[in-house]
């Protein structure tokens, strides 16, 4: 019932910025819970940043955090990941996820929380 479309990837130098888009149909995101994940070659899956209650609360990894915005447009329902001042280790494929549920996990950088995903797209960062 729920399909996401990621964009916006590509390649860029470190240092520079990339905004991510990912396309909702089905359901909107003021109602659901909503993230980020990224995997490169060789490593598990991570979650990046996630938001919750229609952009109420967000979250963000460690290593992202002062660097990365996730933000969302609930009329567009259309979800965003700002990326500056990005780093050659933030090079990965980077996947839209979704949960529809009431209630949004404490856990939401568990890749299982989330029952939706995107195809993904590829970010590389070069140095």
């Known amino acids: 019932q729920v399909q996401l479309v990621e964009s916006g990837g590509g390649s860029v130098q470190a240092g520079g910025s990339l905004r991510l888009s990912c396309a909702a149909s089905?359901?909107?995101?003021?109602?659901?819970?909503m993230g980020w994940f990224r995997q490169a070659p060789g490593k598990e899956r991570e979650g990046v940043a996630a938001?919750?209650?229609?952009?109420?609360?967000?979250y963000y990894a460690d290593s992202v955090k002062g660097r990365f915005t996730i933000s969302q447009d609930n009329a567009k329902n259309t979800l965003y990941l700002q990326m500056n001042s990005l780093k050659p280790e933030d090079t990965a494929m980077y996947y839209c996820?979704?949960?529809?549920?009431?209630?949004?996990?404490?856990?939401?950088?568990?890749?299982?929380?989330?029952?939706?995903w995107g195809q993904g797209t590829q970010v590389t960062v070069s140095s």
């Open positions: 996820a979704a949960k529809i549920s009431v209630v949004c996990s404490y856990w939401w950088s568990h890749s299982d929380e989330y029952n939706y």
């Open positions: 089905g359901y909107v995101y003021s109602s659901n819970c």
């Open positions: 938001t919750y209650n229609g952009g109420g609360f967000t």
